[in-house]
């Protein structure tokens, strides 16, 4: 990428680089955390009935709230995650990247902190850094469960506007338990916010983006939304719906957050073909989710398998995982595996802490192309 010294680019863009994860053209793609299942026929059916309705109404701008996108959310969530929300609690955007982008322009902004719990999704300081919002993080424990004796004090001593918790973890899958987001929780109500009036709290925002794939049993942060106005907990219908190249993402929170978000978004945000490609989505929860269970089984086998691997001599480690991903290390040379991987048509990604590396769940017969490379690439390593 090459920007002419003539352009008034901002100073402390200077030398940066876009983001985004590798798109190669390779047999295996395992590397963004996509669902490898389309969606269903009577998905796609939906989608076109649902386009060809909206079609002839293009030359006016759409509902610019989505009530009915947000009604169809609500219904949703108290589904799958047994909260009854009102539709004024949802808000949605193109992607849950959107939605954060909103967070840190509505919360955020100079003079203010957002803070995170290392390690953790990549764009969380480019958010920052776009909105002139400082960035600080709380290392997380050995196992990346998070440290919350650190969290708490942090919370206090920094005095963030924004607090960013992300269950499960991105990039390595750890879960939090409902537990540890009361305790942050608990935190941030008592927590001052440095740059912002007296008597205000920290917002903590969960990022549920891979919480379909949790484990049963385990409740949603959305079920204390209710009890705690500074809670909003921010989803995508990227992974477990099958919608990456949808865009859509979406929020809950008391309504004093979602308004707060409705200050900053762009007008007209969500366009119509999205809001109909969206609710097609959810006339058929039960289809888009379908391959779910299977991938959550595809995870916990390809965890035990990677124990069982060693690399010069030694187990694997692999983070326990929550998420459509596994995280697996510790490689005193990473790119090696990596690169020898991609020669193979097989692409993962090397993403988090030195040495290690992130692969996502693909069909049955991606997994095993995985398998298959990463044996012979173990190999090519111990001859090294």
Not at 21 to 50: F, G, H, K, T, W
Not at 158 to 178: E, F, Q, R
Not at 266 to 291: F, G, I, K
Not at 332 to 358: A, C, E, H, T
Request: glycine share 6%; proline share 7%; aromatic share 8%.
């Amino acid at each position: 990428m090459s920007i002419p010294s003539n352009l008034p680019l901002r100073n402390d863009l200077a030398g940066e680089e876009p983001y985004g994860a590798p798109q190669l053209d390779v047999p295996v793609c395992l590397n963004v955390n996509e669902n490898p299942y389309p969606p269903s026929p009577a998905v796609v059916e939906s989608i076109v009935e649902r386009v060809r309705q909206i079609a002839p109404t293009l030359n006016r701008y759409p509902d610019r709230e989505h009530m009915e996108l947000r009604r169809a959310l609500a219904h949703y969530l108290s589904k799958e995650s047994f909260v009854d929300l009102e539709p004024e609690q949802l808000w949605a955007a193109n992607g849950s990247n959107e939605i954060m982008l909103q967070v840190f322009q509505a919360f955020g902004g100079p003079g203010r902190t957002a803070l995170g719990f290392a390690p953790t999704y990549s764009m969380y300081p480019e958010y920052a850094r776009d909105t002139f919002t400082a960035w600080e993080t709380v290392p997380r424990k050995s196992d990346f469960t998070l440290d919350v004796d650190a969290a708490v004090k942090a919370i206090a001593e920094v005095k963030p506007s924004i607090v960013l918790l992300t269950s499960p973890n991105n990039p390595t899958g750890t879960p939090a338990s409902i537990e540890e987001v009361e305790a942050l929780l608990a935190a941030c109500e008592k927590a001052d916010v440095e740059g912002a009036p007296q008597g205000a709290h920290p917002l903590l925002v969960v990022d549920e983006a891979y919480i379909e794939f949790r484990r049963p049993g385990k409740p949603s942060a959305t079920t204390l939304i209710d009890k705690h106005p500074n809670l909003a907990v921010s989803r995508t219908m990227s992974k477990a719906f099958a919608y990456a190249g949808a865009r859509v993402g979406y929020i809950a929170a008391q309504t004093g957050v979602i308004d707060s978000l409705r200050i900053v978004r762009m007008p007209y945000h969500l366009s119509a073909v999205t809001q109909a490609v969206a609710l097609a989505a959810l006339d058929h929860t039960d289809e888009q989710l379908a391959q779910v269970g299977h991938l959550r089984q595809t995870r916990d086998d390809l965890v035990q398998w990677l124990r069982a691997q060693t690399y010069k001599g030694t187990p694997l480690t692999v983070a326990d995982t929550d998420s459509n991903f596994v995280f697996f290390g510790v490689f005193d040379d990473r790119d090696f595996i990596f690169n020898r991987l991609l020669d193979r048509g097989v692409l993962i990604r090397d993403v988090g802490p030195d040495g290690w590396l992130r692969v996502c769940m693909g069909t049955d017969e991606e997994i095993a192309e995985f398998k298959k490379a990463f044996v012979e690439v173990l190999r090519l390593a111990e001859q090294r």
